[in-house]
């Protein structure tokens, strides 16, 4: 069968329910994105790390909500 091609993806899907939803993943995640996008790390990580995992989740969707998807 020939189709077209597949459109590639533009966003980084993350599936919180699954390993990558972990803290530490998410905060591994936003260092990556951090050093790909020249946005300095250590003030995203300590905004992330000032509240509970809802912060966590918000800081990242604040600074890579363009970049990335996260599903519950």
């Given at each position: ?5 597949r ?17 530490f ?20 990580k ?27």
């Amino acid at each position: 069968m020939i189709t077209n091609k597949r459109p590639k993806k533009t966003k980084i899907e993350i599936d919180l329910t699954g390993p990558d939803g972990n803290a530490f993943a998410l905060l591994g995640i936003a260092k990556n994105l951090c050093h790909k996008t020249g946005i300095e790390w250590e003030p995203v990580k300590n905004e992330m790390i000032s509240g509970d995992y809802e912060n966590l989740i918000n800081v990242l969707d604040r600074h890579f909500g363009s970049i990335i998807v996260m599903y519950r």
